[in-house]
């Protein structure tokens, strides 16, 4: 696999993972929670 | 045809060959639920309607670049780039200076460690930040290592996976398990976050 195959898996991947989070509001929310402690 | 009932994936289809019609008809199907979320998390409608029309903007450049990958949950996954660029929004605040107390302030899913309005706030969302932090220490290490480079490196997981030397989809699969022995642990553990 190339690179350019690669990044586009990533997208592709990453787009399922975000479902599987905003599908379930308490794993939304603990990605919330991580988001801003550890921008801080 | 009634095109109110199509559904999420016809219109998709239709937008995908041409009717470039159907991709309003999308937006405007589920535009009352995105902006109300919106404006839910930011209470700035103003705000609020520039998050939403970032959103949409991301949407449809991500199908029009043959991104999203329709799994019938196109709701699902509009919401969840609302939330990211709620979240790129309060972060930004939080980096500029000039920022108000009461405009950087804010509520997340009723949540007290957002608002830190008052001193016992402050003092509650501190014991929610070191909660949080002990339990991600208590993660088996290559979930932990995923968190911390996702979330305080900044990593996309393409990077993460080059730098941990594993699949991406073995990045991402330890990034959801993290997220699930996390909600394991806060329930074990009785934490309280609001």
Not at chain 2, 37 to 62: E, G, L, P
Not at chain 2, 72 to 99: C, E, M, T
Request: contains cysteine; negative net charge.
């Amino acid at each position: 696999m190339d690179k350019l195959d690669t990044a586009f898996f990533s997208e592709d991947y990453e787009l399922m993972l975000e479902q599987v989070i905003c599908n379930d509001p308490e794993l939304l929310y603990i990605d919330s929670l991580l988001c801003e402690i550890f921008a801080k | 045809m009634n095109v109110q009932k199509l559904s999420d994936q016809m219109l998709l289809q239709n937008y995908l060959q041409g009717d470039r019609s159907a991709i309003s008809t999308l937006i405007d199907k589920h535009s009352r639920r995105v902006r109300d979320y919106i404006r839910m998390m930011v209470k700035d409608n103003d705000v609020a309607d520039d998050i939403f029309q970032d959103t949409f903007i991301k949407v449809v450049h991500t199908i029009d670049e043959g991104r999203y990958s329709d799994n019938g949950k196109f709701l699902s996954w509009v919401l969840r780039i609302a939330h990211n660029k709620v979240i790129d929004y309060f972060r930004a605040q939080k980096q500029a200076p000039s920022v108000s107390e009461s405009s950087s302030g804010y509520d997340i899913l009723g949540s007290l460690r957002f608002a830190e309005s008052t001193v016992e706030d402050k003092i509650i969302a501190d014991q929610i930040d070191a909660d949080i932090k002990a339990l991600v220490d208590l993660l088996p290490d290559e979930q932990r290592e995923v968190v911390l480079l996702r979330y305080f490196s900044g990593l996309s997981f393409k990077e993460i996976a080059e730098q941990t030397g594993v699949s991406i989809n073995t990045a991402l699969g330890r990034m959801r398990y993290a997220l699930i022995n996390l909600r394991k642990m806060i329930k074990e553990k009785d934490v309280v976050l609001c």
